[in-house]
């Protein structure tokens, strides 16, 4: 009878048997699978790289995380751009100074006659008349002093002139009854006439 298990159709010993064969396919399935898993990670990485590198955030951050839209392209308003312009031709302004004026001196004979008038208008009993006389500064003060110093009746004369911006002429005689002695400030006015400034009387 003819054994296929045996060479030339004989049969082995009793009891003997072939190892198994092993399976070559399935192990090869498994590497297959193994590398395809390796290959995908590798692929997987390289593509999160590349994503990475290509972020709008990597491309528009400047190196130490300053952004450049956070970098003026313009100066403030209060920096001038360009400095201020000065004509050379034109010259600097000086303030005006306005000179003192020098009170006018004042001429002794005019103030004599000046109170000479004035003292007759004192006589007549002629106040008011007396006041015209005063100078701008002393139309208010000039009729009070007459009211206090001067009554009637008076009878005074004119003495001795003394100075020359502000002249002094001196005066005596009697009014109200009484014996008087006393001065009239006679200066010049801004046209240089003279005019009456104070008066001032006492009894002797």
């Known amino acids: 009878m003819f054994d296929p298990n045996g060479p030339g159709g004989f049969g082995g010993p009793p009891g003997y048997q072939r190892p198994p064969q092993r399976n070559r396919a399935g192990l090869f ?3 297959l699978v193994v590398l395809l898993i390796a290959v ?16 709008p955030s990597s491309e528009t951050t400047e190196p130490g995380g300053l952004d450049p839209s956070d970098i003026p392209t313009e100066l ?6 360009e400095p201020p312009t000065e004509d050379p031709t034109e010259e ?11 009170p006018p001196s004042g001429n002794p004979a005019e103030a004599k006659a000046l109170v000479t008038q004035f003292v007759g208008h004192l006589n ?6 007396a006041a015209a006389l005063a100078c701008q ?12 110093l001067i009554k009637p009746p008076t009878k005074l004369t004119v003495g001795e002139t003394i100075g020359q911006t502000v002249i002094i002429v001196r ?7 009484r014996s008087v002695t006393g001065i009239v400030l006679v200066q010049a006015d801004q046209s240089g006439h003279p005019c009456v400034r104070a008066l001032q009387v006492a009894p002797n």
């Open 92 to 102: 600097p302004s000086v303030p005006a100074t306005t000179a003192p004026t020098k």
């Open 124 to 129: 007549a009993n002629q106040p008011t008349a």
């Open 76 to 81: 403030p308003t209060y920096f001038p751009t």
């Open 40 to 55: 995908l990670g590798i692929g997987g990485v390289v593509a999160y790289n590349l994503v990475s590198d290509k972020s």
């Open 171 to 177: 005066v005596n005689g009697t009014t109200n009854g």
């Open 29 to 31: 399935i498994v590497l």
């Open 137 to 148: 500064e002393s139309k208010e003060l000039l009729p009070t002093l007459i009211k206090v």
